[in-house]
């Protein structure tokens, strides 16, 4: 990402302005450098595009597209505030909303490059990523009922009972479990509220039954996205059960924009009572920083690649990137780490992974495998086989659209088995169990 600040020399806004891009930026999960670039005659500023002092470019694009009839000048530039006035500086807000906006439509453009005869070998990961994100889709995807049945792959029911029936199973083939009441991004209070109510509903009918109460929570579905300070009394409901009925609480992560936020809340929940855990992706680039902070204070950390469409200012693009973070993390977490769940179902990273604890003569009561419900099951019974805890993350609920689409998008070939299978029962025939692999 390239960020320059376009401004006359004596520009009064100059430093105020840079904060708050810098800021602003910080809140969305980039930190670049800031170029300024001064302009002091007018045809320099035709020549750059500059309609004022300051003006914010990002990758050569004004943030704030001049108006109409908006010509070049080297006087001040005025913008609209969220209040309504005016003042010379950029509302960090727009910036945020400017920086989301486009990464939403560079990760349109790559879904548009599909054709539909191509299908199905170019579904992708970067397709499911975007559709996870289309309320419509969702809507449509939730009434049919031939989807609602593919989903049954990843997600045991929509109601507490169908995951309890799955737990008791767990534990009858030795595995424990988080359990994830299925939302994210909620757009009001109301919706929050009520989703804190299902997780203490939850982790009350975890603690009657004697089963292990360990749950998995997005800080969007408590509504993050609404009020911060909302966001943290309602998650603080779930948290204060938690600690009545002795549970584990994991803030799970989001995309990049909503990092800091959430560790910077993982922080302050973990101050008043330890089982509360954060989760890392081995994709984000500043994830060595956030690995070694929270060993420093001895929160617990989950490690999983991350499952979110993010841009190379941030994270890591590739196979062999992402990989060598996560060793190297995982390296660090088990022989710095407050018992790290290493989240994967990659063979090579969890024969890297047994390897490792046996050379370093670590313990298995020190850390834990982690794995998806419904993925990889050979590989939960090969590792409690060996030994080794494996706690299964099983999610439950109606909201389960974006969720499954990550899923689809992390193994886009997923779609075709399910569907076979899911067409294969309609027909009467037995219903092929998924296979190891699937
Ligand atoms: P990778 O994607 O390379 O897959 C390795 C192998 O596993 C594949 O070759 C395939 O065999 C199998 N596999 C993986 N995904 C599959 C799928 N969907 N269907 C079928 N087979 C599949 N992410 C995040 O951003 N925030 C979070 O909070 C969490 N939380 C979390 C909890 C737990 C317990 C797990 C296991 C994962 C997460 N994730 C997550 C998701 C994670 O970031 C990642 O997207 C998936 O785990 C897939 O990555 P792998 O490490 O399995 O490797």
Redesign the pocket.
């Known amino acids: 990402m390239r960020v320059e600040l376009l401004a006359t020399p004596d520009c009064p806004h100059l430093e105020q302005a840079e904060e708050i891009a810098r800021q602003a930026l910080a809140n969305n999960g980039h930190s670049p450098a800031i170029e300024r670039v001064y302009v002091s005659d007018i045809d320099t500023a035709a020549g750059l595009g500059f309609h004022g002092s300051p003006t914010l470019r990002i990758d050569g694009r004004d943030i704030v597209p001049p108006l109409a009839g908006d010509g070049f000048h080297l006087g001040c530039r005025l913008y609209r505030q969220p209040d309504g006035s005016l003042d010379g500086v950029i509302p960090g807000t727009v910036i945020a909303a400017e920086v989301e906006r486009r990464e939403e439509e560079a990760a349109a453009r790559e879904a548009a490059k599909f054709h539909p005869r191509a299908l199905p070998a170019k579904l992708s990961r970067a397709f499911f990523l975007w559709a996870s994100h289309r309320r419509f889709l969702g809507w449509l995807a939730t009434a049919f009922p031939l989807t609602r049945r593919m989903v049954r792959r ?1 997600v045991p029911g929509e109601r507490l009972e169908d995951a309890m029936a799955t737990l008791e199973g767990l534990q009858a083939a030795g595995m424990r479990w ?1 359990v994830d009441v299925l939302g994210e991004s909620v757009s009001s209070e109301a919706m929050a509220t009520a989703a804190a109510d299902r997780y203490i509903e939850t982790l009350d009918a975890l603690a009657q039954r004697g089963l292990e109460a360990n749950v ?1 929570v997005k800080l969007t579905q408590m509504g993050l996205a609404i009020d911060r300070d909302f966001c943290v009394a309602n998650v603080r409901r779930i948290v204060d059960r938690a600690r009545s009925v002795g549970a584990f609480v994991r803030i ?3 995309d990049h924009t909503k990092t800091s936020k959430t560790l910077e809340i993982v922080r302050e929940l973990h101050a008043d009572y330890q089982g509360v855990g954060a ?1 890392i ?1 081995s994709y984000l680039r500043r994830s060595a920083d956030d690995v070694a902070a929270l060993n420093a204070e001895g929160i617990r950390v ?1 490690l ?5 469409d993010e841009p190379a200012s941030v994270a890591f693009r590739t ?1 062999e990137e992402v990989d060598r973070s ?1 060793v190297e993390l995982m390296e660090r977490l088990l022989t710095e780490g407050n018992y790290p ?1 290493l ?5 090579r ?1 969890i024969d890297h992974a047994l390897a490792f604890v046996r050379e370093h003569e670590i313990d298995p009561g020190r850390y834990e495998f ?3 419900y ?3 099951r050979d590989l939960h019974e090969r590792l409690v086989a060996l030994g080794q805890t494996v ?3 099983v999610p439950y609920g109606s909201q389960w659209y974006p969720y499954y689409m ?3 998008g ?2 886009p070939q ?1 779609v075709i088995s399910i569907l076979l299978s899911v067409l294969q029962e309609g027909r009467g025939t037995s219903g092929r169990q998924p296979g190891p ?2």
Request: glycine share 8%.
């Open positions: 990843f988080t998995s799970d992560m989001e989760v992706q989950r999983c690649k991350g499952a979110y196979r996560y769940g989240a994967t179902h990659d063979d990273l982690q794995m998806l419904g993925v990889r706690r299964v993350y990550r899923r689809l992390e193994r997923n692999c699937d």
